[in-house]
């Protein structure tokens, strides 16, 4: 399986941004896709999850209310839509996808993907 992130970049205090996740390859038909960010100085940290049927999602209390997971099984792609954004918001921003499952995870992701820069300026 492969996963490639895309959509980060430069954005303002209280801007917006669309974080791609493409799949490719062997991808199970049951599995629940994950964002996380790695800040400077920082863990990398769960951010948001979403169940291969849709019936379920996950957020960090630090984002619940501005980002939204969404994903399209047909493409094999899942997006997060990050609004208002915050300065601690920045960080580079990974997928991950947790294979034969059909429930939420924070962590022990199966693949991972190259992450893509989101930059929140004050």
């Known amino acids: 399986v492969q996963l490639q992130a895309s959509g980060g970049g430069l954005v303002q205090t209280g801007g917006s941004l669309r974080l791609s996740c493409a799949a490719s390859?062997?991808?199970?038909?049951?599995?629940?896709v994950g964002w996380f960010r790695q800040g400077p100085g920082k863990k990398r940290e769960f951010v948001a999850a979403i169940t291969w049927d849709k019936s379920d999602t996950m957020y960090a209390d630090s984002v619940k209310g501005r980002f939204t997971i969404s994903r399209d099984n047909v493409k094999n792609t899942v997006a997060l839509q990050m609004n208002a954004l915050k300065p601690e918001d920045t960080a580079t921003y990974f997928c991950a996808l947790k294979s034969n499952t059909l429930v939420l995870f924070t962590t022990d992701y199966d693949f991972w993907g190259q992450g893509t820069q989101v930059t929140v300026s004050s």
């Open positions: 390859g062997r991808t199970f038909n049951r599995h629940t």
